[in-house]
């Protein structure tokens, strides 16, 4: 029997976790400001007079305003000396103003006026009247095109220029906070793997993993909580359906939930039962893998050497080419923070530089459909000196947990 794999259950496991997210600090407002400032460098540089921020991570990283969105039109901007103006219903008004960081005017709109032309408002407010406006990147086309109609003279662009320059360098107080959510994950993970017995669904499975984040002090339900039994492993993102575990099953565990708002993202496969000799040589060849890409990941190196490390130490063991199955049919990996997927994509045809800040995922996973899939993700994080492991890799697939 896989170590650390069975054993134990649901209740016994609960009774004994406690918080590991009590002394978290979260990001102040001189980060914030902080934030703000470099954004308005890179206006000036970009000849950028105005960001305009939908509700999307983006306003919650500037400016600290977390607002859901929705399809009422609710956002601020932000000019290239830093003067914020806010754009909200009338009747969002009070709340908003409870949840202001930063003071600006506020411009309100009636369900049956045109919230767009208060953004135009907002831009001649900020002294702009017929300048460069950046739009962020994640807002909704609805949104864009009511702007795009109501546009009196700018120029509207994609903010990503902007955003992407500011949001995939992590400072020492994101990547605690990743850390943290990340040490909440592996101890999920871990707990995970001791209660699984034949006969339990992957639901039960799920619903474990949820309360066991709340539990250790996640601040949300996992946003992803992909849990799959046997053949169905071999699916990335999983497949529609309960399933039922086996002795000799395979086991793909991946999830991710937040501290401060900021994500985890971990995944562990590893074998109820006795692994077999085909289980481990996948298994070790998976592992392998994940250690070449972290031995790439020097600064300096493009985000697609570390996606053809990975295809390359694939194609020698006889998978892929490329993107085939069996194989890695997905990028090696991805950056982390306010949002589960964001910049840093590690994919062919990226050709950003690794930087000192930067942090993503590392996860080569191999899927052989049909028989059975292996994916071990943890997260890497650049230094000056190189790259660390927000996580320590999987032992072994008789030990999985290195207990």
């Known amino acids: 029997m896989t170590i650390g794999v069975g054993g134990s259950n649901v209740q016994d496991e609960l009774k004994s976790m406690q918080l590991l997210s009590e002394n978290i600090e979260n990001i102040t407002e001189e ?14 540089k970009h000849n950028v007079d105005a960001i305009f921020f939908s509700c999307s991570t983006n306003l919650r990283y ?12 609710h956002g601020a901007a932000i000019n290239k000396t830093g003067d914020i103006v806010y754009i909200v219903p009338s009747f969002e008004k009070e709340k908003t103003k409870a949840m202001i960081t ?43 095109d009511a702007l795009n109609a109501a546009n009196n003279g700018h120029r509207l662009i994609n903010a990503q220029a902007i955003t992407k320059a500011c949001r995939e360098i992590k400072s020492k107080k994101e990547l605690a906070l990743i850390q943290s959510a990340m040490d909440i994950a592996l101890e999920v993970q871990r707990r995970t793997a001791k209660i699984l017995y ?8 799920q619903n474990f993993v949820t309360l066991a984040h709340k539990r250790l002090g996640s601040k949300t339900p996992p946003a992803f909580n992909i849990v799959l039994f046997g053949s169905a492993t071999a699916y990335p993102h999983g497949v529609p359906y309960s399933q039922t575990l086996q002795e ?24 109820f039962g006795e ?20 031995d790439a990941a ?35 990996g991805h950056g982390l923070g306010l949002d589960i997927h964001e910049h840093p994509y590690i994919v062919k045809g990226n ?25 071990l993700e943890d997260h890497i994080y650049m230094t000056e000196s190189g790259p660390k492991w927000f996580t320590k890799p999987a032992h072994s697939i008789d030990d999985p947990f290195g207990q």
């Open 102 to 144: 930063f003071p600006g005017k506020i411009f309100t709109w009636e369900e049956d006026e045109n919230p767009a032309k208060m953004v135009m408002n907002s831009f001649t407010f900020l002294g702009i009247t017929r300048g460069t406006i950046a739009i962020d990147e994640n807002t909704p086309f609805f949104i864009f």
């Open 198 to 205: 034949p006969g339990i669904t992957t639901v039960e499975v």
């Open 248 to 271: 000799g099953d395979i086991v793909l565990v991946d999830m991710g939930a937040t501290v401060g708002g900021y994500y985890s993202d971990i995944t562990r496969t590893y074998v």
């Open 31 to 44: 980060e914030y400001s902080a934030r703000i400032q470099k954004a308005t460098v890179l206006m000036q």
């Open 351 to 375: 050709k950003d530089k690794l930087s000192t800040g930067m942090c993503f995922s590392n996860e080569p996973m191999i899927c052989i459909y049909n028989e059975f899939g292996v994916r």
């Open 275 to 294: 692994p077999t000799q085909r289980h481990r040589e996948i298994w070790q060849l998976e592992r392998m893998t994940q250690d070449a890409v972290f």
């Open 298 to 332: 020097q600064v300096g190196v493009t985000c697609q050497t570390l996606d053809d490390t990975a295809r390359s130490c694939l194609t020698k063991a006889g998978f892929g080419p490329g993107y085939k199955t069996p194989g890695l049919p997905h990028r090696t």
């Open 62 to 73: 500037f400016i600290n305003l977390n607002i859901y969105p929705s399809e009422r039109l």
